[in-house]
C-alpha cells in the first residue's frame, strides 16, 4: 500500500457535490503539505487546492467558492468538498503529498460530471 491511501469520486449530475479523502500514512511532520491535483487526457496534471499542516490553504481560481479543502491533524487525512460541480470539473483526481525531500502521489480516482 502506498503512502497515500483515496476514496471517493464517481459520477454526479451537474450541480451536484462529491466528497474526496486522502489518508497519509505518516504524520503531519513527514508529509506537511497535502492537496488535490487533477488531470485530464492530454493536458498536463493541475493543482486544485492544498493545505498545509498550520492549515494555510490554497485554491485554483476555477475552483474557488465550490471547493473547500480540509485537514484532520491527529490522522495525516485530507478533504476535498466539492460543490456546484461543472462538467469540466470532470478529470481522474490525485492526492499529492510533499516534504522539503519527498513527493507522494495517490493513485488517482475518476470523478466524473454528466446529466
Known amino acids: 500500500q502506498g503512502k497515500l491511501v483515496e476514496s471517493g469520486g464517481g459520477l454526479v449530475q451537474p450541480g451536484g457535490s462529491l466528497r474526496l479523502s486522502c489518508a497519509a500514512s505518516?504524520?503531519?511532520?513527514?508529509?506537511?503539505?497535502l492537496g488535490w491535483y487533477r488531470q485530464t487526457p492530454g493536458k498536463q496534471r493541475e493543482l486544485v487546492a492544498d493545505?498545509?499542516?498550520?492549515?494555510?490553504?490554497n485554491y485554483a481560481d476555477s475552483v474557488k467558492g465550490r471547493f473547500t479543502i480540509s485537514r484532520v491533524i491527529f490522522t495525516n487525512t485530507v478533504h476535498l468538498q466539492m460543490n456546484s460541480l461543472k462538467p469540466e470539473d470532470t478529470a481522474v483526481y490525485y492526492c499529492?503529498?510533499?516534504?522539503?525531500?519527498?513527493?507522494?502521489w495517490g493513485q488517482g480516482t475518476q470523478v466524473t460530471v454528466s446529466s
Open positions: 505518516e504524520s503531519r511532520y513527514s508529509i506537511p503539505l
Open positions: 493545505i498545509t499542516s498550520d492549515g494555510t490553504t
Open positions: 499529492n503529498g510533499r516534504s522539503a525531500t519527498d513527493n507522494y
